[in-house]
Nanobody, 117 residues
Framework: QVQLVESGGGLVQAGGSLRLSCTGS????????MGWYRQAPGKQRELVAA???????NYADSVKGRFTISRDNAKNTVYLQMNSLKPEDTAVYYC???????????WGQGTQVTVSS
């Protein structure tokens, strides 16, 4: 079972930036389509960014143009660069297999992102 560890969250003012990292144990991490998800209080978890088939990416409309997903397979790490952050981006962020293209693994603890207005 792959273990996922997310990091890089924090408190930032609106308009600021954060870079999230997700490291996975196990060699299969690098061959799977991966995604970043978020879950705000009282809301369902949503997929906001995905990377698959090499460097292909998809983004939710709410983050398009502001977030960038990337990966370093040699380091078993997926990143999410978040720019122009908005208060509505406040949520716990998780990484996992892109659930439209595969079966998610056990979820990690996530990393809290809080954007103040």
């Amino acid at each position: 079972q792959v273990q996922l560890v997310e990091s890089g969250g924090g408190l930032v003012q609106a308009g600021g930036s954060l870079r999230l990292s997700c490291t996975g144990s196990g060699s299969i991490f690098s061959i799977n389509p991966m995604g970043w998800y978020r879950q705000a209080p009282g809301k369902q978890r949503e997929l906001v960014a995905a990377i698959f088939s090499g460097d292909n990416t998809n983004y939710a409309d709410s983050v398009k143009g502001r977030f960038t997903i990337s990966r370093d397979n040699a380091k078993n790490t997926v990143y999410l660069q978040m720019n122009s952050l908005k208060p509505e981006d406040t949520a716990v962020y998780y990484c996992n297999v892109d659930w439209f293209r595969g079966d998610p693994w056990l979820w990690g603890q996530g990393t809290q992102v809080t954007v103040s207005s």
